[in-house]
């Protein structure tokens, strides 16, 4: 099986940088995924990471150690659209299922 | 493209009732995944399907649901009948299915089980 834990909500300031961690356990891990979900909306994907180290698009990072179990997102230079639920997603070899922890709401205050 | 397309957006029902909810997958894909999201539980996969057939049912909560896809472009998930409990937004998703690739989520049904 697989276990995903996700702190639930953090508050932070425009232009800020704000880190989500993710914890995980599963067997045959073949990947995390993060999922960006604005209130009301469906998921879109932000970040994909299957080695270890550091993925960078633009204002959004994604790091992962495979030997820790842990990834984390770290958003810079926060903008009021920034502020919605953040999921990290587990893949395990074998099949083309995710497993999604239940997401870090990050709210961007003025 | 026009991504997955799920219908309807909206549905208010009586406990007891048949809901049917309907998913195009984005053209070209050949995994569809349904799953259901709540406060409580997050995020749940209910069913997915490869070239059209059931590979995990194990995340169906119980007879009351079906899913069925007969064909590449078409797929229902059935509530038989309907609880209160039934009540959430339920996704449906596509990939390609060739390996691990992203899943692009369509818009949602947001079910209220009266």
């Known amino acids: 099986g697989q276990n995903i834990d996700q702190p639930t909500e953090m508050t932070a300031t425009e232009g800020a940088i704000v880190q989500i961690n993710c914890t995980y356990q599963?067997?045959?891990?073949?990947?995390l995924f993060w999922y960006q979900q604005h209130a009301g909306e469906a998921p879109t994907f932000l970040s994909y990471?299957?080695?270890?180290g550091l993925e960078e698009k633009g204002r959004f990072s994604s790091f992962l150690s495979r030997s820790k179990g842990y990834s984390y997102l770290l958003l810079k230079e926060l903008q009021m659209k920034d502020s919605a639920s953040y999921l990290c997603?587990?893949?395990?070899?074998?099949?083309?299922?995710?497993?999604f922890g239940k997401g870090n709401q990050v709210v961007v205050i003025p | 493209d026009a991504g997955v397309i799920q219908s309807p957006r909206h549905e208010v029902t009586e406990m007891g009732q048949e809901v049917t909810l309907r998913c195009k997958p984005i053209?070209?894909?050949?995994?569809l995944f349904w799953y259901r999201q709540t406060m409580m539980r997050g995020l749940e996969l209910l069913i997915y399907?490869?070239?059209?057939?059931?590979?995990?049912d194990s995340g169906m909560p119980e007879d009351r649901f079906s899913a069925k896809m007969p064909n590449a472009s078409f797929s229902t998930l059935k509530i038989q009948p309907s609880e209160p409990r039934d009540s959430a937004v339920y996704f449906c998703?596509?990939?390609?299915?060739?390996?691990?690739?992203?899943?692009?989520f369509g818009p949602g049904t947001r079910l209220l089980v009266l």
């Open positions: 998703a596509s990939n390609l299915g060739t390996g691990q690739e992203t899943q692009y």
């Open positions: 997603a587990v893949s395990a070899y074998g099949n083309n299922r995710l497993a």
């Open positions: 053209s070209g894909h050949n995994s």
């Open positions: 599963t067997s045959g891990f073949n990947g």
């Open positions: 399907f490869n070239n059209n057939v059931p590979i995990d």
């Open positions: 990471n299957v080695l270890d």
